[in-house]
């Protein structure tokens, strides 16, 4: 057990904004490897954020082997390579896309700007860091592949009773789905923009049919135009009541709009979320022909 005193120093930053006041907070752990799964469990749930992350790499130097992947694993960036983990305040979680940036940043901020690649419990996640002519820092993750299933038409109807959205105020030309890319999220569309602003939902309903679906949140949508969306994200399996940026979802997003030839097969999107909380981020999704991961993009910076 961890005592207090010798307790990793815990890191805060925030992810897709360059003002602290903006984006999603994360707490970071540079150096993991003396807590267990309870202990990061509670710092997460101390500092109240979404989710953070815990590195099992040394927080001085960053290329003793011992916090790399080893051969049995990836073959990763040298001295770069890194198991991670997320928990949010009330469980872990298989990936997170802002705790990543927030980690990528806080890392870039001590090794520079280049490659890094996270062994997460979805998979391999390699992260690309680079430093702007404004000071800018920003990370660039590249998802494990993606899917997509049908919802069942009954765990749609409790959905949308959870979340007191009449079936008439979807968006028909985006069909209901579960999409993952690390997590797995509900996919729901918005017709208009006040649907989406007008999120008030029962915690404990919508909460138990994520953890029957095994959800991560429910990726809320409304389209402005072709390749401009504004997003939420509740998140009671959590503990949270709405997820302020939310990587792991733009990315299942990307995935879901791919599959369905909803967007062409290279194209940039930018998808806006935290406006309706005060907290405004901005995540940019990137599909390649051919290749399967989906690319999120977005500025982070450590909150004093």
Not at 49 to 57: H, N, V
């Amino acid at each position: 057990m961890t005592t207090t005193a010798s307790r990793p120093e815990v890191l805060r930053y925030t992810a897709f904004s360059t003002d602290p006041a903006g984006g999603n907070p994360a707490g970071v752990v540079l150096d993991a490897r003396a807590l267990d799964d309870g202990e990061m469990l509670a710092v997460a749930a101390d500092l109240g954020y979404s989710e953070s992350a815990f590195l099992t790499g040394p927080p001085e130097g960053l290329d003793d082997t011992e916090g790399r992947v080893g051969p049995e694993g990836l073959d990763g960036p040298e001295g770069r390579t890194y198991r991670i983990r997320y928990f949010s305040p009330k469980a872990e979680v298989p990936f997170c896309g802002h705790a990543t940036v927030a980690a990528a940043v806080a890392l870039a901020e001590r090794l520079g700007p280049g490659p890094l690649l996270f062994a997460t419990q979805a998979g391999p996640v390699p992260v690309d860091v680079t430093a702007e002519d404004d000071g800018t820092v920003r990370a660039t993750l590249t998802s494990v592949e993606p899917y997509v299933e049908e919802v069942a038409d009954a765990d749609l109807a409790e959905a949308l009773a959870a979340l007191d959205w009449p079936a008439a105020d979807l968006d028909p030309a985006f069909p209901p789905r579960i999409a993952y890319a690390g997590a797995r999220h509900l996919v729901l569309a918005a017709a208009t923009r006040a649907r989406l602003a007008d999120l008030a939902y029962d915690f404990a309903r919508l909460e138990a049919l994520m953890h029957r679906l095994d959800l991560t949140t429910v990726q809320l949508v409304w389209r402005e135009s072709p390749t401009l969306f504004h997003v939420r994200d509740p998140f009671p399996v959590g503990g949270v009541v709405e997820d302020p940026a939310t990587g792991a979802a733009a990315a299942a997003f990307g995935g879901y709009a791919r599959e369905l030839g909803l967007v062409p097969e290279d194209v940039v999107l930018t998808l806006r979320q935290g406006e309706d909380l005060g907290r405004p981020g901005e995540l940019t999704v990137a599909l390649r022909a051919g290749d399967p991961g989906v690319r999120v993009s977005g500025a982070g910076v450590r909150i004093g």
